[in-house]
């Protein structure tokens, strides 16, 4: 299910309908866009968004941010995944993944982190199957777009 633009918006806007610009960062990824941190800046900027933004403002970035769309997400997924595969054996390290999750980029708390291990299947050398927890990973996303529908 896909959230639109004014719907994500909603979920941010204060009292006078304006967004901040960390919320557009938020709202820019609701829309299955994959745009670094800078380019999503660059194109704040661009717009002439100097502190809080109007629906407008925020469909003007995002129109900007297009390219950066990703359809594939349980791909890229499974791709970063492969990154923590030493051995070649489709698998990954959770001490691995689990301290990637709590140090690049949106950083999740070290509970949330243990919540989806949990779920993981675990083998005896502390690893997962890189394609098993890829589906998993998009099994919550599933549950969280759910959840806030």
Known sequence: MEISVEESFELFQDKGKKVSKKDIHMIVRSQHLCP???????????????DK???????????????????DIEGTIRRALKLFDTTGGDVAAVSEI?????????????EDIDEIFRQADVDAFGQVE???????????LGEEEQASA
Not at 36 to 50: F, M, R, Y
Not at 99 to 108: D, P, R, T, V, Y
Not at 130 to 139: C, K, N, P, V
């Open 36 to 50: 670094t941190d800078a380019e999503i800046n660059a194109a704040i900027s661009s717009a002439g968004i100097a």
């Open 130 to 140: 890189i394609d098993e927890f890829a589906r998993l990973i998009m099994g919550v």
């Open 53 to 71: 933004a109007s629906l407008g403002d925020v469909k003007k970035v995002i129109s900007s941010l297009r390219h950066t769309k990703n359809d």
């Open 98 to 110: 689990s301290h990637a999750l709590q140090n690049i980029g949106s950083k999740m708390s070290v």
